[in-house]
């Protein structure tokens, strides 16, 4: 398949590629006008600028749930707190990224948004029983896998209601639920392992191997990246 080039160009606050590319609304914002056409059309005229450049993978949509406010990692990038509007906008945002010829990759599963803890600074946890995840938070990612997501993106959070006390990235129990949930069977990509939820606790390499070993399809290294290749070589 060659080489495949990701970037965070979510919209909002998070993108990694400023003007000349356009500033395309939060999620949020798209949310607020409740427009399906309107997410598909950002999405695809966002991948249409992403391939000009070559750039053939987005890590987006976000289809986490706005359901606590305290939470700064995910604010604004959601497209709202009830599951089944964000799963109609993430759907139709998959469908325009898609239209644009760029895999989008929807994050960060099962859910990021139950939690006042950012991942970036800590390990956050979720004390949600399983039958809430899948009949809440779980319902933007099945909409996005039925849209044609053929990637999702899992967090770095602890799900009490699974027991093993692991972060969703390295814990095969969670991974599990995602392709039992969802019934997935494309990569599931990581989040930065360089994050304070994963590294504070475990080296990058360790973590890595964990991640595998756990079921996960794809690493984000980042930095330490050369480190993670000879471990796992």
Do not use: C
Request: proline share 6%; glycine share 10%.
């Amino acid at each position: 398949h060659g080489v495949r080039i990701a970037v965070d160009q979510e919209g909002g606050h998070v993108i990694r590629l400023a003007e000349p590319f356009t500033r395309f609304p939060s999620a949020m914002a798209i949310g607020a006008a409740g427009s399906e056409a309107l997410a598909f059309a950002v999405a695809r005229a966002s991948a249409l600028e992403l391939r000009s450049v070559g750039i053939d993978v987005v890590l987006a949509p976000v289809l986490d749930l706005a359901a606590d406010l305290r939470n700064p990692a995910i604010g604004a990038r959601a497209f709202g707190d009830d599951p089944a509007s964000v799963a109609r906008l993430g759907a139709a945002s998959v469908a325009g990224y898609l239209a644009g010829g760029v895999t989008p990759v929807p994050k960060h599963a099962p859910g990021h948004g139950r939690t006042p803890t950012d991942s970036h600074l800590g390990l956050p946890r979720v004390s949600a029983s399983l039958a809430e995840l899948a009949s809440s938070d779980l319902v933007p990612f099945r909409s996005a896998v039925a849209a044609g997501a053929d990637a999702i993106m899992v967090g770095h959070l602890v799900y009490e209601a699974l027991g093993d006390g692991l972060p969703a990235s390295i814990s095969a129990a969670a991974l599990r639920l995602l392709r039992a949930e969802l019934g997935f069977e494309g990569p599931i990509v990581t989040d930065a392992l360089v994050m304070d939820a994963i590294a504070r606790q475990w080296s990058i390499p360790d973590a890595a191997v964990a991640s595998l070993a756990a079921g996960a399809d794809v690493l984000m290294a980042l930095e330490p990246a050369a480190k993670v290749i000879e471990r796992l070589a």
